[in-house]
């Protein structure tokens, strides 16, 4: 193997575990604190990347304001002494036509999966909480939950594939004479600075903690007084930004189409299997040993079999480890 | 004991009734499209009835049943289409492969639990998915495998009549229907039930959990095998759209609407539902009220439909009839209600 | 009256395991709970703080009904129950567990003194805090778990069966720390099947068999100590 080739691949298998882990330690958390498993997760990807899509780019938001921004110049003579106040508001819309940008786009992103992921844990999964058979009930309403989101946007944006901007725009970065997008550098940055976030929030502030206590104990958090029914939903909430801004990160590098995120919903089962339900460090180490893994097997063997190597590795974990390979415990 | 002649004697009065309207179905209606959603809403009904087998009555989330499907698809139309073989060895090719495939899934499933055997079967049925589209050039790739032939007999050609897809499904559908109730009211299917319901006890009586389940999902893919076989030659294509999240979904609305553990509930409703959906997707009032294209409202319908379902009629459309046509009769055929679950 | 409990009835499912039982624990007072295994004494406390439903009778703290009220609602009023057994949050620190003792708003600005204050009753903690609590052995997780319960600032103090499996010497200075919060004024009821141990600590002693109260004794310093473990072990094998 050239040296090219490893540089190539070190930096794929990054952008690869970076995009799991994201999605996987969102499921982790969930499954560790709810005992659910969130088969809509992926379409929560696909609900980041479109929202900030609609807020960032052109023929999103700034498309359907147009109109408005004109009726606002034409009839702000009309108006009066509000005339000078509304004029300028007006030129201001018309001259937004381009969107207003990722600034507002990734914040916006952020506000809809955390509304998705709490109206999803509501409708979807409360109602079933402490049921028998809970477990397999929400894997059902989640996958109606991820059917729906999936056609749902297809009505609202239609089946046109859009594209988000990159963040950083510029040459790609050259190392060892292997060229790296921009946007690839970023994710592998902003990563792990991401997860470093979660592991503050979960480690230092109340609710973290309190997040951390119902997964080990919900007996005991109840009797510290801790309020596990808004615990719950609160989860759901900080997976599902997770998923949004792991949809964001993959807006930025391929097209965005209703379907997205499936694929790396699949992956991201394959990182909780691998790593351990429910344990966050495991989780997040398994992301990114599948992704190296994926990358080296679509160099060495071929792009289409990389995933069947994967597919099958998770099949034979299984089938030694059936709790995972770093399963067992909880943390 | 009265009670039982009767209700012997009635069964066989629906049944016969049920053939007889059946066999005039083809001669009374002529549109061309409810006959082509009749016959595709009994190869659904065939597919869900006998994911209830695994989902109901063994209490098993099988992710692969609709690879099952699938793959008897695939093998029926690779067969004929690139080896030449007659559809009539390819159907039962079909059910073989599906066959084969099951005791594949199942091997590791068994020794799996709740949340862990829905994941290995969803990665068992991406890996045949995606080992499909790896071999474009066998098996169509993305685009599906076209040109798969219709089914024939001699020069008679099945897509030419009204009659002969209509009838090979109906019997298709028919056998498996028997199969899957005679399997259910077995000791067979009682030990299923043991298992899932109190699976130490059960286990602690000596009924062997893995051999039972291993059966479970082997009896479960042979009827799906030969339906997707008739699917390929039917649709004259066999596409990996089968495996996707939408089509799961359909299904999986089958079983649970209709009932789950019921067998005639998903029968019943899989057929409707194919109905109703394809309906939705293709009627101009849907497009009117909404302003929309039509064809991803129906799959959110669908998905409502399941989430409802789950939530205020857990017991399903079957489970709604059983329990309003026990309150009519009365307290005396309580019994009869019961053997019959 | 701080603590009264009347004609209670409470249990799992169909089934009953407290069967209209009645006390009561006056301000600043230990109340002791003994008897045989499995006749409602756990179950009990579980009803008390919230973790299972009250199906008949009436639970009430400071004059206020508290049946069934959400266990967080009995926490912030300082009604604060410590379970018995390894009832902790084994991934965490001891810190953290001892943080999370303070969750309710009540506590949560005094966190910094009654770290002190717990680190003081028990300075193996103190000597343990950044180890997670399944590292440490059966009497500091006692330890741990009664920590956990002070860091509440309880007004009323339910411990359950705090001296179970513990070997003598630990039990003594288990002993030792209760009896000294006992002294500090927390109103307190304890469980435990060691009745030399709740004579040491309590004021007044339930004897409860089948889901009641079938015997309470009076104010312990008036009776002597054979006397009552005669009556309770006569009670049982007899």
Not at chain 1, 142 to 148: N, P, V
Not at chain 2, 98 to 120: E, K, M, N, Q, T
Not at chain 2, 252 to 265: D, K, N, P, R
Request: charged fraction near 15%.
């Amino acid at each position: 193997m050239t040296l090219e080739a490893l540089v190539a691949i070190i930096a794929g298998g990054l952008v690869s575990g970076s995009l799991y882990a994201l999605m996987a330690s969102g499921l982790s958390l969930v499954w560790g604190t709810v005992r659910m498993f969130n088969f809509a997760h992926g379409a929560l990807v696909m609900v980041g990347a479109y929202s900030a899509w609609y807020v960032s780019n052109r023929g999103g938001i700034a498309k359907a304001l147009q109109p408005i921004g004109k009726s606002i110049v034409a009839n702000s003579e009309e108006a009066g002494a509000l005339g000078g106040l509304l004029l300028p508001l007006g030129e201001w819309i018309l001259s937004i036509k381009g969107g207003f940008g990722l600034v507002l786009g990734v914040p916006f992103a952020i506000l809809c999966c955390g509304l998705v992921g709490y109206i999803m844990y509501v409708l979807l999964v409360k109602p079933f909480v402490g049921k028998p058979g809970a477990d397999l009930i929400v894997i059902i309403t989640t996958i109606a939950g991820a059917s729906f989101m999936q056609n749902g946007v297809q009505v609202i944006f239609g089946p046109r594939y859009k594209q988000l901007d990159r963040i950083l725009k510029g040459p790609p970065l050259q190392i060892l004479e292997t060229a790296i997008g921009l946007q690839e550098v970023l994710i592998i940055i902003l990563t792990p600075l991401t997860l470093f976030l979660l592991h503050l929030f979960l480690k230092h502030s109340k609710l973290g903690l309190a997040i951390r206590a119902v997964a080990q104990n919900d007996d005991f958090a109840h009797l510290v007084g801790i309020n596990v029914s808004q615990i719950y939903p609160l989860t759901f909430v900080v997976s599902s930004i997770l998923a949004g801004l792991c949809g964001v990160m993959l807006g930025g590098l391929f097209f965005i189409l209703p379907t997205m995120g499936a694929q790396e919903l699949l992956f991201a089962f394959v990182v909780v299997v691998f790593g351990g339900l429910g344990s966050l460090p495991g989780t997040i180490v398994g992301a990114y040993v599948i992704g190296f893994i994926r990358e080296s097997s679509a160099y060495i063997i071929d792009l289409y079999w990389a995933p069947v190597v994967l597919f099958a590795t998770l099949i034979i974990v299984l089938i030694f480890r059936p709790r995972g390979l770093m399963g067992g415990e909880d943390s | 004991m009265t009670w039982m002649d009767e209700g012997f004697k009635i069964r066989h009065l629906v049944w016969a009734l049920g053939i007889v309207i059946f066999l005039a179905i083809p001669h009374l209606v002529t549109d061309k499209l409810l006959m082509h959603l009749a016959i595709l809403g009994m190869l659904y009904a065939i597919v869900a009835s006998n994911w209830d087998l695994t989902l109901g009555y063994a209490g098993v989330f099988n992710f692969a049943h609709l690879a099952f499907f699938g793959i008897g698809a695939y093998t029926s139309g690779i067969l004929a289409v690139k080896a030449g073989v007659s559809p009539w060895l390819g159907i039962p090719a079909g059910g073989v492969t599906a066959a084969l495939a099951s005791i594949l899934v199942s091997i590791p499933a068994i020794r799996l639990r709740g949340i862990y055997v829905a994941l290995l079967t969803f990665a068992c049925s991406q890996l045949v998915l995606l080992l499909l589209l790896s071999q474009p050039l066998i098996t169509g790739g993305q685009q599906g495998l076209t040109g798969v032939p219709q089914l024939q007999i001699g020069d008679f050609r099945f897509r030419e009549s009204r009659f002969a897809h209509f009838y090979l499904v109906g019997f298709l559908l028919l056998c498996s229907t028997i199969f899957l109730r005679r399997l259910v009211t077995s000791d067979f299917g009682l030990s299923l039930i043991a298992l899932r319901d109190f699976e130490e006890y059960a286990v602690a009586r000596g009924i062997p959990l893995a051999r039972q389940r291993l059966l479970a999902f082997l009896l479960s893919s042979i009827f799906p095998g030969l339906a997707g076989g008739v699917y390929a030659h039917f649709l004259i294509v066999a596409s990996p759209d089968i495996f996707g999240f939408s089509l799961t979904t359909l299904l999986l609305s089958m079983v649970l609407v209709g009932g789950v553990a019921t067998i005639y509930g998903p029968v019943i409703v899989g057929v409707v539902m194919t109905y109703v959906s394809e309906l939705m997707a293709s009627s101009a009032w849907m497009s009117e009220v909404f302003g929309i294209s039509r064809g991803p409202v129906r799959f959110m319908f669908v998905a409502v439909l399941i989430v409802l379902t789950m939530r205020f009629f857990p017991e399903g459309v079957w489970g709604l009839i059983k329990r309003f046509s026990a309150r009519a009769r009365g307290t005396s055929n309580e019994q009869q209600s019961q053997s019959g679950s | 009256m701080l603590f009264q409990v009347e004609s209670l009835v409470s249990g799992y499912g169909k089934i009953d395991v407290v069967r209209s039982l009645s006390l009561h624990v006056d301000e600043g007072e230990h109340v002791g709970l003994f008897g045989p295994n499995g006749h409602g004494k756990t179950t009990l406390l579980r009803t008390v703080s919230g973790l299972i439903p009250a199906k008949a009778g009436k639970i009430s703290f400071r004059g206020e009904d508290i049946s069934n009220l959400d266990p967080r609602v009995i926490v912030e009023r300082g009604l604060i129950h410590v379970p018995q057994g390894n009832q902790l949050f084994p991934q965490m620190t001891v810190q953290e567990n001892l943080t999370l003792g303070a969750y309710v708003s009540r506590s949560d600005s005094h966190k910094a003194s009654n770290f002190e204050k717990v680190f003081a009753l028990f300075p193996r903690l103190e000597e343990r805090r950044s180890q997670r609590a399944r590292t440490l052995s059966g009497g500091e997780r006692q330890m741990l778990s009664i920590g956990v319960g002070l860091m509440g600032m309880p007004e009323l103090l339910l411990l359950d069966e705090p001296s179970v499996g513990l070997a003598p010497l630990i039990k003594e200075e288990l002993a030792r720390a209760i009896a000294e919060i006992a002294a500090t004024g927390v109103s307190m009821i304890v469980v435990d099947q060691d009745v030399e141990l709740l004579l040491g600590i309590c004021d007044r002693l339930y004897l409860i068999e089948k889901g009641a109260v079938s015997l309470e004794t009076a104010d312990v310093s008036q009776v002597d100590q054979a006397e009552i473990l005669e009556m309770y072990f006569g009670k049982v094998t007899g």
